[in-house]
């Protein structure tokens, strides 16, 4: 069965490094997410991607976050300079087609900033 | 503003003991309703779409249903394995996203 995978699946580092996560989307999706999971909060929406171009972003997704699907395959968010509260479970999802399609999600990048 | 409130938070249940969770959402012109289950540390696995009132699906000792307010998830003779956190998501009627519910901690005894 199809899934979506990231990597790394735990990154450590100092507060005001950038950091890199990767997702490797399921191949005939379209539509690529990431959501951010504090520990013991919902699961929160960051932005939303489609055709190479981001679709929607929350409020959450500031100037430090971006995105990019720099080969065809991966899926990458980069954050520029972290902060502490940036310590998070971070997961891509993606979806095929129509609006209300499901999202299927990896298993999650745990990012712990020191 | 859509909205997704589930209940109970949390949820002990001895091994067999049967039970509902439930999911109440606010959002017009709803477009489906998602069930996941996530264990600790781990991303949210899929369980379900519901899209119409009266729709019900069923997986092992799952059955969700939906309503035009609200979904539940019924367990039936539960097994110490369904431990786990079940959120309840929908997709925002404006935007490309869903939005989950805190989730229900289920913890089933042996």
């Known amino acids: 069965e199809p899934e979506v995978t990231q990597t790394p699946s735990h990154q450590v580092t100092q507060m005001g490094q950038e950091v890199i996560l990767r997702c490797v989307p399921i191949?005939?999706?379209?539509?690529f997410y990431w959501y951010r999971q504090i520990l013991g909060q919902k699961v929160e929406f960051l932005v939303s991607?489609?055709?190479?171009?981001?679709?929607?972003k929350s409020e959450i997704f500031d100037d430090q976050f971006s995105v990019e699907r720099p080969d065809g395959s991966n899926f990458t968010l980069k954050i520029r300079s972290t902060k502490l509260e940036d310590s998070a479970m971070y997961f891509c999802?993606?979806?095929?087609?129509?609006?209300?399609?499901?999202?299927?999600f990896g298993p999650g990048t745990r990012l712990t900033v020191l | 503003e859509d909205q997704v409130t589930q209940s109970p938070e949390a949820l002990r249940l001895q091994e067999g003991e049967s039970s509902s969770l439930n999911c109440s959402y606010t959002?017009?012109?709803?477009?489906?309703l998602f069930w996941y289950r996530q264990d600790p540390g781990k991303g949210p696995e899929f369980l379900f779409t519901?899209?119409?009132a009266g729709e019900e699906k069923e997986k092992e000792r799952l059955k969700a249903t939906l309503t035009k307010k609200e979904s539940f998830l019924h367990i039936t003779a539960p097994k110490p394995e369904d431990s786990a956190t079940y959120l309840c998501?929908?997709?925002?009627?404006?935007?490309?996203?869903?939005?989950f519910g805190k989730g229900t901690r289920l913890h089933i005894l042996p």
């Open positions: 999802a993606t979806r095929d087609r129509g609006l209300g399609d499901t999202q299927y």
């Open positions: 991607f489609y055709n190479n171009e981001i679709s929607e």
């Open positions: 191949s005939n999706h379209l539509y």
């Open positions: 519901l899209y119409s």
């Open positions: 998501a929908v997709p925002s009627n404006r935007d490309d996203k869903i939005i």
């Open positions: 959002v017009s012109g709803l477009r489906g």
